[in-house]
Nanobody, 124 residues
Framework: QVQLVESGGGLVQAGDSLRLSCAAS????????MGWFRQAPGKEREFVAT?????????YHADSVKGRFTISRDNAKNTVYLQMNSLKPEDTAVYYC????????????????WGQGTQVTVSS
């Protein structure tokens, strides 16, 4: 089992920055790929970013956030981060942290473990 707890969400204005954190506990964190998804009201869940557990932490970001959001991880702290800059109203959503042994599973939206989510609201 892997437990994931997100934090760092909130209400900000367009153009502001936020950093989300996801603390993981349970099985060996460093052996899991990690990622972020988001879901806006009335919309389908959307992949945001993922980072591998090997190879120095290879990252992949969705086109909608590329250049604005950055995923990173600190294996010593069992934590994954999502730095969000230049936020837009369309970034408003509940953001979920996910974990899975395989990066491809994360990108496909079928991660084994999901957090409870943290709300991010961006006002115009």
């Amino acid at each position: 089992q892997v437990q994931l707890v997100e934090s760092g969400g909130g209400l900000v204005q367009a153009g502001d920055s936020l950093r989300l954190s996801c603390a993981a506990s349970g099985r060996t964190f460093s052996r899991y790929a990690m990622g972020w998804f988001r879901q806006a009201p009335g919309k389908e869940r959307e992949f945001v970013a993922t980072i591998s557990w090997s190879g120095g932490g290879t990252t992949y970001h969705a086109d909608s956030v590329k250049g604005r959001f950055t995923i990173s991880r600190d294996n010593a702290k069992n934590t994954v981060y999502l730095q969000m800059n230049s936020l837009k109203p369309e970034d408003t959503a509940v953001y979920y942290c996910v974990a899975d042994p395989l990066t491809i599973t994360i990108v496909g939206g079928t991660s084994e473990y999901w957090g409870q989510g943290t709300q991010v609201t961006v006002s115009s």
